[in-house]
């Protein structure tokens, strides 16, 4: 008991940690001039990145609602060993979703964004001739983002984001059946496990040279232990990581194409000690790369689209996953700033 609380507050720490600076000054860190700096550069208004989050946070007072509809078709599977997806053989389970989401993002200050994500899940599947299906509701995250350091226009120096993620396990409270493989189709970013408490902590770096923007991330999720059958029962943690090349072709529509990497990991081991007892006991790994494009409805309604190819992995589905990402913004000034 004393192991896992001393785990808990070792995670939950940099998420404390985050607050300190509200509660002292909204305006910490970057200094006023440095913000200023980087408005004044090429940064394109537009959608940015489909399967990760922006990295600079929203500017102080102003908010987005980001609608997802992401899917899934999976009808081939890896083995134990790591491999292309021209290796994956059929079955044992085809798997297909659809996942309608909600994300909505505010900015405290210009260093402190805080947001929440909702979502259902719709999936049939047919594992082992047996076949199921499930509409439901999916589950609910908080997020809280700080930007420590922002992007200089005038050097190598890029913007540096801590993400912290807390997912509270709403699917598996209103009776939802979880999916083959236990993760719905991209409709959390970063992606958990479906219908168990998750803890994020990540780090979200991205630097502008123009007509390119790149973004990359990590982020580390712990699985808080769950319980079946009366027994408490131990997934192994989860790592995500992605690294995002955008070409922004026409500035002012925000017209652009992209090229995002996107790997999930199931780890063999958990952050408290705990032996992994449920899931996949041997870990797995998936590879994905997804062309995207993006464009400008106005300066308020943004728009991308892209499908996300498996191209390598190991004890996982091989699947396409096809999505669309619309973003509306609002600011009380009435211009919106790109974040």
């Known amino acids: 008991m004393i192991r896992m609380t001393i785990l808990r507050t070792a995670l939950l720490l940099p998420f404390l940690m985050t607050l300190a600076p509200i509660a002292h000054s909204f305006d910490w860190v970057p200094t ?5 700096k980087y408005r004044q550069s090429w940064n394109p208004l537009s959608h940015g990145p489909i399967l990760l989050q922006s990295v600079d946070t929203q500017p102080k007072g102003q908010l987005s609602v980001r609608e997802f509809f992401f899917s899934q078709i999976g009808e081939s599977s890896f083995g134990n060993r790591f491999s ?3 290796d994956s053989k059929n079955g044992p389970a085809h798997l297909y979703q659809i996942s309608p989401s909600v994300n909505a993002a505010y900015g405290l200050s210009n260093h402190v964004e805080v947001g929440a994500a909702l979502s ?6 047919n594992q082992n001739g047996t076949r199921t299906s499930d509409t439901s509701f999916g589950d609910v995250s908080l997020v809280m983002k700080y930007r420590p350091i922002i992007q200089d226009p005038d050097s190598w120096r890029p913007s540096i984001t801590h993400f912290s993620q807390i997912v509270l396990p709403t699917s598996r409270w209103t009776g939802a059946e979880r999916p083959p493989g236990g993760f719905s189709p991209l409709g959390r970013l970063p992606s958990t496990r479906f219908g168990e408490y998750g803890i994020t902590q990540g780090i979200m770096t991205r630097k502008n040279f123009e007509p ?3 973004s990359a991330a990590v982020f580390y999720t712990y699985a808080v232990p769950g319980e079946s ?5 131990y997934s ?12 922004i072709v026409d500035a002012k529509n925000g017209l652009g194409y992209n090229i995002e990497l996107s790997t999930l990991h199931g780890t063999t081991w958990r952050a408290d000690g705990h032996p992994v007892t449920s899931g996949q006991l041997k870990g797995f790994s998936i590879v994905g790369v997804e062309p995207a ?3 400008n409805f106005s300066q308020n309604w943004m728009v991308a689209a892209g499908c996300l190819f498996t191209v390598a992995g190991h004890n996982a589905m091989n699947a396409i996953y096809p999505n669309i990402s619309v973003f509306w913004f609002w600011d009380k000034s009435g211009k919106i700033v790109m974040r």
């Open 32 to 36: 006023d001039e440095e913000i200023k």
């Open 120 to 125: 259902m899940n719709t999936f049939w599947a």
């Open 229 to 233: 059958g009366g027994r408490t029962m």
């Open 84 to 86: 292309f997806a021209t």
């Open 236 to 247: 192994g943690d989860v790592i995500n990581t992605r690294l995002i090349f955008e070409h």
């Open 212 to 214: 390119i923007r790149i």
């Open 293 to 295: 494009l993006q464009w």
